[in-house]
């Protein structure tokens, strides 16, 4: 994860500059949906074992 310091680093690079807490509620905002992306992911994993395990009953 990101530190505090280099997302504003990152963010302030260009033309707009945000505020330390500006940069806090994007790097938070962040978290959240790296946060959901990840248990989607492991989700979809849980699934794909699944099937594959049914299939596999299946052909046996």
């Given at each position: 994860m990101?530190?505090?310091k280099e997302c504003t680093k990152i963010l302030?690079?260009?033309t707009v500059k945000f505020s330390k807490?500006?940069?806090k509620m994007?790097?938070?905002l962040l978290i959240q949906l790296a946060t959901i992306e990840y248990e989607e992911?492991?989700?979809n994993?849980?699934?794909k074992k699944l099937?594959?395990?049914r299939?596999?009953?299946q052909a046996g």
């Open positions: 990101i530190n505090e302030n690079g260009g807490d500006e940069v994007i790097r938070d992911y492991k989700e994993i849980k699934i099937e594959n395990e299939d596999l009953l």
